[in-house]
């Protein structure tokens, strides 16, 4: 079955939002102290090693989603290259795994609201699933008025980090900046390791580019928007982090905060406060685009209830998927504050499911875009710079082994009930049963494939 749509509303300016939304999320709130206390000054060489690596990741999921807008996703890609069971695996892995985030998005706004606010921390747990609802009820009213939040929420981020850079330049003093290499060259690696996350998020843009008017233009135009921007923020906050807080800039735990402080006496925790708001609503705004379409993809494939399969074509608000995403947040947001707030596993958790669609992703991208197009080769550099992350995490990966798992039981499952089914229907009824069968391959496609390309993945979808 395949679905087919027109273009959705979104422009340059919503899809850009939405994808510096992705990326300029947390990490800006903690990320420039860490760096400097495990690389010092040098830590600045880490952001500008990232933002160069941030390219061909960035450029290869921009290559994929103009030529093949599908809410599918990086899914959709690893179907049509590796198969069914890989892509129901990448699938599971964004559905069930990337949502791990949701807690700690959560968590975190509720401590800073309780801390600007003066409220005591027994109202954390209240705070956490009310943080929930606005990007949730913004979403049930479709990508396209999701995007012009996010745009508001965008413009606002922004703005703070231009004023807190622009407000502590003045206070930047050259000695701080000596030594430049404490901590050596691993150091650097360290730090660098720690901003990879930072410029994460890329892929988000996959399962809404059919929601795009023109993703062959617009997309990569959001996309070279977005990396410009969000490297030039990671890159000047580090440096006015450094040049101002000096040897204290890792001593807090919030660096924004002393930043603010430290320029803007009595400003800064309102400051923080409203970068912290700002960043928990407007990556949650973000995220949940590609969380509803998706899910629905994913139902629409028979991979998840085919209940969930509304909203998939462009232009449609899968609000069923959703809903699920709904209650797939507040289980996690559940067992967080059960376990009594600790972060660490619900990042870990995060984390090693992005590296494994990160890697899945760039090695579909190597087979299915055109070869030796500038698309293709910063494909063939993501992948190798994935794979290695990949090998990073080690341990870490178990959440995502469990869930390609899982994804490898469905295919048995489908399987036996077709044999099943086949030996229950003789002649024609087979054919009948195989064209009803859920299991079988759906892609939602929001555009055709280019001709040129059709043969090829149809073939390399059914392998």
């Given at each position: 079955?395949?679905?087919?749509?027109?273009h959705?509303?979104?422009?340059?300016?919503?899809?850009?939002?939405?994808?510096?939304?992705?990326?300029?999320?947390?990490?800006?709130?903690?990320?420039?102290?860490?760096a400097?206390?495990?690389?010092?000054?040098?830590?600045?060489?880490?952001?500008?090693?990232?933002?160069?690596?941030?390219?061909?990741?960035?450029?290869?999921?921009?290559?994929?989603?103009?030529?093949?807008?599908?809410?599918?996703?990086?899914?959709?890609?690893?179907?049509?290259?590796?198969g069914?069971?890989?892509?129901?695996?990448?699938?599971?892995?964004?559905?069930?795994?990337?949502?791990?985030?949701?807690?700690?998005?959560?968590?975190?706004?509720?401590?800073?609201?309780?801390?600007?606010?003066?409220?005591?921390?027994?109202?954390?747990?209240?705070?956490?699933?009310?943080?929930?609802?606005?990007?949730?009820a913004?979403?049930?009213?479709?990508?396209?008025?999701?995007?012009?939040?996010?745009?508001?929420?965008?413009?606002?981020?922004?703005?703070?980090?231009?004023?807190?850079v622009?407000?502590?330049?003045?206070?930047?003093?050259?000695?701080?900046?000596?030594?430049?290499?404490?901590?050596?060259?691993?150091?650097?690696?360290t730090?660098?390791?720690?901003?990879?996350?930072?410029?994460?998020?890329?892929?988000v843009?996959?399962?809404?580019?059919?929601e795009?008017?023109?993703?062959?233009?617009?997309?990569?135009?959001?996309?070279?928007?977005?990396?410009?921007?969000?490297?030039?923020?990671?890159?000047?906050?580090?440096?006015?982090?450094?040049?101002?807080?000096?040897?204290?800039?890792?001593?807090?735990?919030?660096p924004?905060?002393?930043?603010?402080?430290?320029?803007?006496?009595?400003?800064g925790?309102?400051?923080?406060?409203?970068?912290?708001?700002?960043?928990?609503?407007?990556?949650?705004?973000?995220?949940?685009?590609?969380?509803?379409?998706?899910?629905?993809?994913?139902?629409?494939?028979?991979?998840?209830?085919?209940?969930?399969?509304?909203?998939a074509?462009?232009?449609?608000?899968?609000?069923?998927?959703?809903?699920?995403?709904?209650?797939?947040?507040?289980?996690?947001?559940?067992?967080?504050?059960?376990t009594?707030?600790?972060?660490?596993?619900?990042?870990?958790?995060?984390?090693?499911?992005?590296?494994?669609?990160?890697?899945?992703?760039?090695?579909?991208?190597?087979?299915?875009?055109?070869?030796?197009?500038?698309?293709?080769?910063?494909?063939?550099?993501?992948a190798?710079?994935?794979?290695?992350?990949?090998?990073?995490?080690?341990?870490?990966?178990?959440?995502?082994?469990?869930?390609?798992?899982?994804?490898?039981?469905?295919?048995?499952?489908?399987?036996?009930?077709?044999?099943?089914?086949?030996?229950?229907?003789?002649?024609?009824?087979?054919?009948?049963?195989?064209?009803?069968?859920?299991?079988?391959?759906?892609?939602?496609?929001?555009?055709?494939?280019?001709?040129?390309?059709?043969?090829?993945?149809?073939?390399?979808?059914?392998?």
């Amino acid at each position: 079955m395949t679905h087919s749509g027109t273009h959705g509303g979104l422009g340059v300016v919503q899809g850009t939002a939405l994808y510096i939304a992705s990326v300029l999320g947390t990490g800006l709130l903690v990320l420039p102290g860490l760096a400097a206390d495990v690389a010092g000054p040098a830590s600045i060489v880490s952001v500008l090693a990232v933002i160069v690596l941030a390219v061909p990741l960035a450029g290869t999921f921009a290559a994929l989603a103009a030529r093949y807008p599908d809410p599918g996703g990086v899914a959709s890609y690893v179907r049509r290259a590796l198969g069914r069971t890989a892509a129901r695996a990448t699938g599971y892995w964004f559905y069930f795994g990337v949502a791990a985030g949701f807690p700690v998005l959560a968590v975190l706004g509720a401590e800073y609201l309780t801390a600007i606010l003066h409220i005591d921390r027994v109202a954390v747990p209240i705070l956490v699933f009310a943080i929930l609802i606005p990007p949730f009820a913004v979403n049930m009213l479709g990508v396209r008025v999701a995007g012009w939040v996010q745009f508001v929420l965008t413009g606002l981020l922004v703005g703070i980090v231009v004023f807190v850079v622009a407000t502590a330049f003045p206070a930047v003093e050259a000695s701080s900046f000596t030594p430049f290499l404490p901590h050596g060259w691993a150091g650097v690696g360290t730090a660098i390791s720690l901003f990879v996350w930072a410029f994460a998020g890329w892929e988000v843009g996959t399962h809404i580019s059919g929601e795009f008017r023109d993703p062959r233009r617009s997309i990569p135009i959001a996309t070279a928007i977005a990396l410009v921007v969000t490297g030039l923020a990671y890159l000047l906050l580090q440096v006015v982090t450094v040049g101002v807080l000096g040897e204290d800039a890792g001593a807090g735990a919030v660096p924004l905060l002393s930043l603010a402080e430290a320029v803007a006496p009595g400003f800064g925790p309102t400051a923080v406060g409203a970068v912290a708001a700002i960043v928990v609503l407007g990556v949650m705004n973000a995220y949940l685009a590609a969380f509803g379409k998706l899910g629905a993809s994913l139902a629409s494939s028979g991979d998840l209830p085919r209940v969930l399969a509304p909203g998939a074509e462009s232009g449609g608000v899968p609000r069923r998927a959703l809903l699920l995403t709904f209650v797939i947040a507040m289980v996690y947001c559940t067992i967080a504050l059960a376990t009594g707030g600790d972060l660490q596993t619900f990042i870990l958790i995060h984390t090693s499911n992005m590296v494994s669609i990160y890697a899945a992703g760039m090695i579909a991208a190597t087979l299915i875009l055109p070869r030796f197009t500038a698309g293709w080769f910063m494909a063939v550099v993501a992948a190798v710079l994935s794979v290695g992350l990949l090998l990073l995490a080690g341990a870490n990966l178990l959440p995502a082994a469990a869930l390609a798992l899982a994804a490898v039981l469905v295919t048995v499952w489908k399987r036996l009930r077709r044999s099943s089914r086949h030996a229950d229907a003789p002649g024609d009824e087979i054919a009948a049963a195989e064209a009803a069968d859920p299991g079988s391959i759906v892609e939602v496609k929001t555009t055709a494939v280019p001709a040129e390309r059709s043969s090829a993945l149809d073939s390399s979808a059914q392998s």
